[in-house]
């Protein structure tokens, strides 16, 4: 599928089973008639991939006549730092990169986005390639062209707090990579699709919360054709937002704030993800991944949307048990009073003016830019998150 881009580019997103040998190939066509005389490509992998995928995509690469340059990269918030991008950057100097040909980033949303900022500064710019490993980042991360670093300031990890608008030439997503993901990052990945799919209509696929449902099971047992599905589907919500507004300018020009949609479930996600003690489930799992976060997310702001008469009642307990059949939490031990929740909501991003904004799920898989909804209405949502 093509994805259309601000300057009148457009670049393909294939998804498939094994696409990634055929990486030389696509990339070469992706660089077009100014990258012929391309003979080298970054090759920036996550260090914890199967050694034989990171060499099978070396080796297609190789294949095109794309000396692959290997530059192993260890995935976590804490290593998504400056300190990553200057490596990439001197990597990528040391083997001698030219302008003309491209970073590779093989890995998830930490791999991706750091390469993609790497590749945004380095020589002021290379063509980057993204070929997600996780199925968070083929649903979400490597779409779209956000790159960017977390930034530590004082004793808090601001997450992607500096970064660039950095569109990917190509997007290779081989759902044969998940074969070696994690159970847990699988499930991750589930409340990306969740959220698309609690927004879809509006953006061309009113269907996709139906599909979600029935897919649970054959997401989780990594059947290649609900893959194939779900992530293509997922790209395509995802590639629809974006397309209307690529750098989230349109905040308060639409009424589901454009790009500012995708961000339904993430600011109440963002502050819980980064409280320490929270635990959840049986045999009790410590902290929260990125998915676990953006689930809880999803359905304290789906209940906030209730008490706003955005959303009806059966929809949120609709809600809890998608979440809860795709085995993420919807429940958390040791959350803290809900106002220093709502004080770590007021460091997200989106804040403008001091105005908390949210994009709410609404009716119909839609959604809407709610500011400052009530505090007594927001504190009960995240209250209801609490274990009983
Ligand atoms: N740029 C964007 O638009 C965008 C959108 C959403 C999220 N993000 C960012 O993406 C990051 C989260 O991405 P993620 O969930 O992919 O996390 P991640 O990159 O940290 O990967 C999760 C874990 O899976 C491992 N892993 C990755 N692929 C694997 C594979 N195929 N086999 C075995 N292990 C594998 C990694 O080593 C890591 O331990 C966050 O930093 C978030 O801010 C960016």
């Known amino acids: ?33 100014g990258g012929e005389r391309a003979a ?13 995928q990171v060499d099978a995509t070396a080796e297609a690469l190789g294949a095109a006549r794309l000396d692959a340059v290997a530059c192993p990269v260890r995935a976590s918030e804490e290593g998504k730092s400056f300190a990553t991008v200057e490596r990439i950057v001197q990597a990528a100097a040391a083997g001698r990169l030219e302008r003309a040909e491209p970073v590779v980033a093989l890995g998830g949303g930490v791999v991706g986005d750091a390469a993609g900022f790497a590749a945004a500064c380095y020589r002021r710019g290379v063509p980057v390639v993204q070929c997600p490993t996780t199925l ?27 970064g660039a608008f950095h569109q990917p030439v190509l997007v290779l997503c081989d759902v044969a990579a998940l074969g070696s993901l994690p159970a847990r ?14 927004i879809g209509a509006d953006f061309g696929d009113a269907g996709l919360w139906g599909f979600t449902r029935s897919a649970i099971d054959g997401v989780l047992g990594l059947d290649a054709a609900t893959l194939v599905e779900l992530v293509s589907r997922n790209v395509a ?58 689930g809880l997310g999803l359905l304290a702001e789906a209940r906030l949307a209730v008490t706003l008469g955005l959303l009806d009642a059966q929809a949120a307990d609709d809600l809890r048990d998608l979440l809860r059949c795709a085995g993420l939490p919807v429940a958390v031990r040791g959350l ?18 001091g105005r908390l904004r949210l994009s709410l799920p609404a009716r119909g898989n839609r959604c809407v830019l709610v500011e400052d909804p009530p505090r007594d209405a927001l504190a009960a949502a995240i209250d209801s998150l609490r274990e009983r």
């Open 1 to 33: 599928m093509r994805t259309p881009a601000r300057d009148g580019t457009a670049y393909e997103v294939v998804v498939g089973v094994g696409v990634l040998r055929d990486a030389g190939m696509l990339v070469r066509d992706a660089l077009g008639p």
């Open 40 to 52: 080298r490509a970054l090759l920036v992998h996550d260090d914890a991939l199967p050694r034989g």
């Open 136 to 162: 968070l980042s083929m649903v979400d991360a490597s779409v779209g062209g956000k790159t960017g670093v977390n930034v530590l300031v004082g004793d808090s990890l601001k997450k992607n707090m500096a």
């Open 185 to 198: 990052e699988v499930r991750s990945g589930l409340a990306e699709c969740v959220k698309h799919a609690m």
């Open 237 to 294: 919500v995802k590639a629809a937002c974006v397309a209307g507004d690529e750098r989230e300018t349109l905040a308060t020009g639409a009424p589901h704030g454009g790009r500012m949609a995708l961000n339904a479930g993430h600011t109440v996600g963002h502050a819980v993800e980064t409280l320490p003690g929270l635990s959840h489930g049986e045999p009790p799992v410590r902290g929260l991944s990125h998915g676990e976060a953006v």
């Open 336 to 353: 803290p009073e809900s106002s220093r929740v709502v004080a770590l909501m007021g460091d997200d991003k989106k804040v403008a003016g």
